[in-house]
């Protein structure tokens, strides 16, 4: 069955980047585009971006985003820099499926604090 | 982009249904009918309800349905029960490989 399980949570400080990993099992890695979505406390989801994997064409809504992917480990990655407070949320990894907007699969989510 | 606009919340009573608007504009919901409903309990991760506007992925109960009018989608949770009570997030396709969600609407069963 397809799973994505996500990296743990991160504490960050104001400036500084983090990197969270979505470790993919179940299904051909090469064939679906992985989303990358978060949501901050009390709001709702907010879409940043999504990468088709080996070929790494992303499609991205915010510049501070980088997403790669690694063949060998099946894992899809999201780097978020020049943190701020604001960028405190819970980031989700979430497979699609194919046709558009149906994201079947998603991660268990990581959190991710900023605080100086 | 902007979010599209959800209302806040919604509330009915076991069995009634309940319809939640999603407003975006002539460049998300108004051009392409790739619309999607996503359910979310309280600490859990979003589930897919509907794609494209009216599908519903295998396993997802007939009692919820979508619908799309000019630049306005909705969520129609029939018969409701107490169980679905939760978040309700709708997320149109936006051109250029990028997606907009809503603002999120907290259900409530009376």
């Known amino acids: 069955q397809v799973q994505l399980v996500q990296s743990g949570a991160e504490v960050k400080k104001p400036g500084a980047s983090v990197k969270i990993s979505c470790k993919t099992s179940?299904?051909?890695?090469?064939?679906?585009?992985m989303h990358w979505v978060r949501q901050a406390p009390g709001q709702g989801l907010e879409w940043l971006g999504q990468i088709r994997p080996t070929t790494d064409f992303t499609q991205r809504f915010r510049g501070r985003v980088t997403m790669t992917s690694d063949m060998s480990t099946t894992t899809v990655y999201m780097e978020l820099s020049g943190l701020t407070s604001e960028d405190t949320a819970v980031y989700y990894c979430a497979r699609d499926g194919g046709q558009y907007g149906d994201s079947e699969h998603w991660g268990q989510g990581t959190l991710v604090s900023v605080s100086s | 982009q902007s979010a599209l606009t959800q209302p806040a919340s919604v509330s009915g009573s076991p069995g009634q249904s309940i319809t939640i608007s999603c407003t975006g504009v002539?460049?998300?919901?108004?051009?392409?009918?790739?619309v999607s409903w996503f359910q979310q309990r309280p600490g859990g991760a979003p589930k897919l309800l509907i794609y494209?506007?009216?599908k519903r992925p295998s396993g997802v109960s007939n009692r919820f349905s979508g619908s799309k009018s000019d630049t306005t989608a909705s969520l129609t949770i029939s018969g409701l029960q107490s169980e679905d009570e939760a978040d309700y997030h709708c997320?149109?396709?936006?051109?250029?490989?990028?997606?907009?969600f809503g603002t999120g609407t907290w259900v409530t069963v009376l």
């Open positions: 494209e506007v009216t």
């Open positions: 179940g299904y051909i890695f090469t064939n679906f585009w």
């Open positions: 997320c149109s396709y936006a051109g250029s490989g990028t997606y907009v």
């Open positions: 002539s460049s998300d919901i108004g051009r392409y009918d790739h």
